[in-house]
């Protein structure tokens, strides 16, 4: 649960920085313009801090895509993050570690589980750090005489500041005289007007949670200064500009003395005096036309930069699917996607006319196949333009892409495999290092593996996450996957001597479907004893070898064991407490 709240605020948190750096790009541009209009440009920033959500439009001026992490980047086998723009992209897939089942947790999984808490530990220290700057400025404030309504004088303090939300204070220091006490009077007057006593609170709180971006402090800090700033802007419009000196004189006198209410987001008071003050004297009332070109600047700002991208319908690559049925006459073949939310649905008629049709073998360059090649059951990679929402969908592919059966032959490095071998399944390191050689069907997941080690009979379990539109798929012996799930458990059950079962687990996270291979069915199969099979890499070639033979259709796939388990409805509850780790 932390961790998916983890990946959706690191989604807003990084959508959130390329909007802080649109404003400050912005600003640049507003730099003549009255203050008002860069402190506006912020409300864009408090949304996208504060939103998990947005609207798409074609007018959004995001460069980036609004998710760019998947709440699934934790179960896939190579985690990739997709932000809509390459370089980024490049940048930070370079650096997310692979799944390997080396230990029973995906590496990226104990990343987030570790990151996660240390945010959660670093919004504790700063809610902390401000309810005690808050408890020791409230005791400085016991002897602060009223001066009038809301008004409050003490000479315990050396600026000036509004506290409190619903029923805000204002607090003078008792050296202003009477002019002064005025002008600043007046400005924290109109702070409570705008409330911006509320907006600094938010912002505090929304820095305390995304405490772990730097444009989020940079964002605080310069919508603060704008804030002030702006502030000024209103009371010299209001009182003229004869006031100008004076009111700086009266900053002036608020700029010495110690910062009493630093890191306090219910009492805030006055910053950079230098800048406010040069501000104050150079501003001047704005002409028609700089008015103008400002408001016109930030409503599109804020339009452009509170929408997301919206996806043109366009062209997709590497839609995975599996073959339901070839139609070779009206060269189509139907097929259904088996990725979480797959854009062609459950089922969808494509066309292959004028289509590369190619395999991969051993991540070697692709090879040209026919459509005799394919067979159904068989798992394709897509390469489609737009899709036509109908039902069926129908789709044009540009490239089909196969993983054939026979490429299994090829998947298993001899070397590697009996180097890893072991004499126990209690050995983790081992039998992760197995587990991490061994090929993944397409549209699965890896998760994680568990070993059964206190009693018989001794057992390695593989867990994999399946969408649960595509769970179902798998409840039947003759699924594509079936094939590579009986491959992989004889490997184990030759390498691991005493291994009696290899359980495979598919699960959506609320149902599962368990196979279970023991060794009497491996020994069966190969006719023999399977476990003579890893005695050296030569007798390993051969087992590969027969298993090549029986996948390609020489010899029959081997059946099941009797204990095969098909489960579909247990709850999440029940899945955890069957777990064995």
């Known amino acids: 649960m932390l961790e998916s709240v983890f990946l959706q605020?690191?989604?807003?948190?990084?959508?959130?920085?390329?909007?802080?750096?649109?404003?400050?790009?912005?600003?640049?541009?507003?730099?003549?313009?009255?203050?008002?209009?860069?402190?506006?440009?912020?409300?864009?920033?408090?949304?996208?801090?504060?939103?998990?959500?947005?609207?798409?439009?074609?007018?959004?001026?995001?460069?980036?895509?609004?998710?760019?992490?998947?709440?699934?980047?934790?179960?896939?086998?190579?985690?990739?993050?997709?932000?809509?723009?390459?370089?980024?992209?490049?940048?930070?897939?370079?650096?997310?570690?692979?799944?390997?089942?080396?230990?029973?947790?995906?590496?990226?999984?104990?990343?987030?589980?570790?990151?996660?808490?240390?945010?959660?530990?670093?919004?504790?220290?700063?809610?902390?750090?401000?309810?005690?700057?808050?408890?020791?400025?409230?005791?400085?404030?016991?002897?602060?005489?009223?001066?009038?309504?809301?008004?409050?004088?003490?000479?315990?303090?050396?600026?000036?500041?509004?506290?409190?939300?619903?029923?805000?204070?204002?607090?003078?220091?008792?050296?202003?005289?009477?002019?002064?006490?005025?002008?600043?009077?007046?400005?924290?007057?109109?702070?409570?007007?705008?409330?911006?006593?509320?907006?600094?609170?938010?912002?505090?709180?929304l820095l305390c949670v995304h405490w772990f971006n730097p444009f989020v402090w940079g964002a605080f800090f310069l919508s603060g200064k704008d804030m002030e700033m702006s502030c000024d802007e209103a009371v010299i419009k209001r009182l003229g500009d004869d006031v100008k000196k004076d009111y700086s004189a009266s900053l002036l006198t608020l700029a010495t003395g110690r910062r009493i209410v630093s890191g306090t987001p219910l009492a805030f008071g006055e910053g950079d005096t230098k800048g406010r003050i040069r501000n104050v004297l150079n501003y001047r009332k704005p002409r028609f036309w700089t008015v103008f070109v400002a408001v016109l600047t930030v409503v599109l700002v804020v339009t452009g930069l509170t929408t997301s991208p919206k996806d043109l319908p366009g062209g997709f690559a590497g839609v995975n699917a599996t073959i339901l049925k070839i139609d070779k006459s009206n060269q189509t073949i139907t097929?259904?996607?088996?990725?979480?939310?797959?854009?062609?649905?459950?089922?969808?008629?494509?066309?292959?006319?004028?289509?590369?049709?190619?395999?991969?073998?051993?991540?070697?360059?692709?090879?040209?196949?026919?459509?005799?090649?394919?067979?159904?059951?068989?798992?394709?990679?897509?390469?489609?333009?737009?899709?036509?929402?109908?039902?069926?969908?129908?789709?044009?592919?540009?490239?089909?892409?196969?993983?054939?059966?026979?490429?299994?032959?090829?998947?298993?490095?001899?070397?590697?495999?009996?180097?890893?071998?072991?004499?126990?399944?209690?050995d983790n390191a081992a039998v992760g290092k197995l587990i991490g050689l061994l090929p993944v069907p397409m549209g699965i997941k890896y998760d994680h593996f568990e070993l059964q080690t206190s009693s018989p009979p001794y057992k390695v379990t593989l867990v994999y996450s399946v969408p649960t539109q595509s769970l179902s798929d798998y409840n039947s012996e003759s699924s594509a996957a079936s094939d590579t799930f009986r491959a992989n458990a004889l490997f184990l059950l030759a390498l691991i001597e005493n291994a009696d079962e290899v359980q495979v687990t598919l699960t959506d996270g609320s149902q599962k479907i368990e196979f279970t291979n023991e060794r009497e069915w491996a020994d069966n199969t190969v006719e023999g004893e399977v476990a003579d099979y890893g005695k050296s890499p030569e007798k390993l070639q051969e087992l590969i070898h027969y298993i090549g033979s029986e996948t390609t259709g020489e010899a029959a796939p081997p059946p099941y064991s009797k204990n095969t388990n098909y489960s579909l409805s247990l709850s999440a509850e029940e899945l955890r407490a069957t777990e064995m780790i």
């Open 9 to 205: 605020l690191l989604n807003m948190s990084i959508t959130a920085g390329i909007v802080i750096a649109f404003v400050l790009v912005v600003r640049i541009v507003l730099q003549k313009a009255p203050k008002v209009f860069s402190y506006m440009l912020w409300s864009v920033v408090l949304f996208r801090l504060i939103c998990p959500f947005s609207f798409e439009s074609i007018f959004s001026l995001l460069p980036a895509k609004a998710n760019a992490i998947s709440q699934d980047i934790l179960y896939i086998q190579t985690p990739k993050a997709d932000t809509g723009i390459g370089v980024i992209n490049h940048s930070v897939n370079a650096i997310l570690p692979a799944a390997t089942p080396q230990t029973s947790a995906n590496p990226l999984q104990i990343w987030i589980v570790i990151f996660s808490h240390m945010w959660l530990l670093g919004v504790a220290a700063l809610l902390v750090y401000s309810l005690i700057a808050l408890f020791r400025l409230n005791k400085e404030l016991m002897n602060a005489t009223l001066y009038r309504d809301n008004i409050f004088i003490s000479s315990r303090i050396d600026t000036a500041f509004v506290m409190g939300i619903f029923c805000p204070k204002i607090y003078l220091p008792s050296n202003l005289n009477a002019t002064e006490r005025n002008y600043i009077l007046l400005h924290e007057q109109t702070h409570i007007k705008r409330l911006d006593h509320i907006f600094k609170l938010i912002s505090f709180l």
């Open 335 to 426: 097929v259904k996607g088996i990725d979480t939310n797959s854009p062609i649905g459950d089922n969808c008629i494509v066309s292959w006319k004028d289509a590369n049709l190619q395999t991969v073998i051993n991540k070697e360059e692709p090879i040209i196949i026919s459509i005799d090649y394919f067979s159904e059951g068989d798992h394709v990679s897509l390469f489609i333009g737009e899709i036509q929402e109908s039902y069926p969908t129908r789709a044009k592919a540009t490239t089909i892409q196969l993983e054939p059966r026979e490429t299994i032959i090829t998947a298993y490095p001899i070397k590697d495999l009996w180097n890893a071998r072991t004499k126990y399944v209690g």
